[in-house]
């Protein structure tokens, strides 16, 4: 299934208490256990087992640092997606209080279902119907203005299942995850089907990713000067969408090598998991597969939001490794922590 | 004017005996000179005192390691661009070299003058016959193959004027400013209306400045598997011209900051100068003046390549700093510090 542009979000960000693993710069802190959230199963000890043939000199396997490239899809990947994308969440509270101040706008079938909380008539709009929620809150505006809607809300928005902030949903060991390949010299990528412009503003701090490596889907720009200061216009066209083919592609123009390593966990992140299998150094393929219906959510091949169906069968034909959420990680968000 | 997508090239290397500054931690090396190939002249000063501003935290001007961002152009700011885009200079060679191979091609007009070296003939033929062989010689390939036709022109081939290898062309001066940006922790762009494709295979060990860093113009990219792997190829449709209002756009698409310091040398790179002056941060617009008939070339309102106009009258207007490549500079090419 296509996603739709936008559609996906993420966000997650650490509140005073919620421990991230430290950045030392050895690669294997004698002090303090590898991968501390994940249980010991093929999932970890694949990762590991990986890490330490890439990074030894003296084995054959090993790579430079240079092309330690690892890439993460974000939406289900490094952050919860369900009930639906966090950053279409985003798209409906900002519609509602666009609304607010324009009542006229409820004339128009769709914005009377946002702000009736309708989400049966929202999602019977189809694509036509998102498409409009997407692009009235994300288009016609300045780079500066959106990035400040995007940072209000990020610091405040809550998912109404779990009442934690969007941004406290990110996943403990998918941190830690990529701490211990950045204590390995791995760089860092996110290449997610969400909007960079919406992932930036928060991801950096929350990932300990910066923001010339978050790479995501684009509207269209435009560059004018207003009393002669220059202005950055978001303009309602797509210009890029980071998903499926599109994710190798964006690879290529963003970061110019073959990743050794890609992470994702649904049909859209496929192609960045073959292109990565591709690269003639060793390489590793993660699948994140939801199975915990308890503490996350569950779900796979018939899932509108984040469908992993074909991807579910190559990984398993090719022996990739795909992490059991519910009995390979100790915990779920950075919050769970405190509470155990 | 406007600039032909892909036209533009770079290139440099440092052939061994070459002196680049040592990538040592501290600020200003006691033991060292900072940038030795300036002479003292305003633009060495000014570059100077701007980066002691924003670098020392007792100042109101301090900039924060994630905000010291710094773009440069290529062509005409880090390596000649004259007479023709070194990009283009491949593409002719290219071309050259497919005929010997398909002699049917000189059938066509501008083939046969690409046979003859008839440049007049060729740039007669304007955009249409400049696209014509920019698009032969650059898509119909994968990536792959792209990439190893650029690596084995640019370690071969020679400029016709000086004799040095295209990539020895590179500018001793602005290779010692970028060093001296990194040792006070900048993180550095290159943001040119050249290929991204065809700087990455040497311009990371040239300038010290990572692929992903590189950004370029781009031609539309095909995803496809075929017999199972993988290929990515390039189709012959211009993706995105990172060129005048292209350059912002580029910068926040693919840094997500507004850049501090800025560097260009022609009305190319205007839009990216305004852009970064209206950073709220302390910014540094420079552009390098062509002013050195005998050891480079001089030229700004009125060339064909590089043109300088606009950009010069606004630059003069707010006191940008203008790099008089004659006076300011004591050397030109790096292998020129070995024959003083």
Tied chains: 1, 2.
């Excluded at 899809?73 to 950053?87: A, I, R, V």
């Excluded at 990110?170 to 990529?178: D, G, T």
């Excluded at 790479?215 to 002669?228: N, V």
């Excluded at 192609?271 to 796979?300: C, F, G, K």
Aim: aromatic share 10%.
């Amino acid at each position: 299934m296509k996603r739709l542009y936008l559609v996906p979000i993420f966000l997650a960000f650490f509140t005073s208490g919620c421990t991230n693993t430290t950045k030392e710069e050895v690669k294997h802190p004698a002090h303090k256990e590898i991968l501390p959230s994940w249980n010991d199963s093929k999932s970890k000890a694949d990762i590991i087992n990986f890490v330490e043939k890439v990074t030894d000199p003296k084995k054959s396997e090993f790579v430079p640092v240079a092309d330690r490239i690892a890439t993460f899809d974000n939406d289900g990947t490094l952050w919860t997606e369900q009930p639906f994308y966090f950053q279409f969440a985003f798209a409906v509270d900002e519609a509602k209080a666009m609304i607010t101040e324009n009542p006229e706008m409820l004339e128009d079938p769709i914005f009377n279902a946002v702000a009736n909380d309708d989400m049966t008539t929202i999602l019977k709009a189809g694509k036509a119907g998102l498409s409009k929620i997407i692009m009235v809150t994300h288009a016609g505006m300045t780079t500066d203005q959106y990035n400040e809607n995007v940072t209000n809300w990020i610091n405040t928005a809550k998912h109404p299942k779990t009442d934690k902030l969007y941004k406290e949903m990110v996943y403990q060991p998918m941190l830690e995850l990529i701490d211990f390949l950045k204590e390995n010299d791995f760089s860092i990528f996110i290449v997610s089907g969400g909007g960079s412009d919406f992932m930036r503003p928060w991801a950096e701090e929350v990932y300990g990713v910066s923001k010339d490596n978050i790479i995501g889907s684009t509207l269209k720009l435009e560059y004018k000067m207003e009393e002669g200061q220059p202005k950055m216009q978001i303009l309602p066209e797509l210009g890029f969408n980071d998903d499926e083919e599109g994710k190798p592609m964006a690879i290529h123009q963003y970061i110019g090598r073959k990743p050794i390593a890609a992470f994702g966990n649904s049909d859209g992140d496929l192609q960045m998991l073959q292109w990565t299998e591709s690269n003639p150094y060793l390489s590793l393929q993660v699948y994140i597969h939801h199975t915990d219906a308890d503490r996350e959510w569950q779900y796979d091949r018939h899932s509108k939001i984040g469908q992993l169906d074909e991807g579910l069968d190559e990984a398993l034909l090719k022996n990739w490794t795909i992490v059991d959420m519910k009995n390979d990680w100790k915990v779920i968000y950075p919050n769970d922590l405190t509470a155990e």
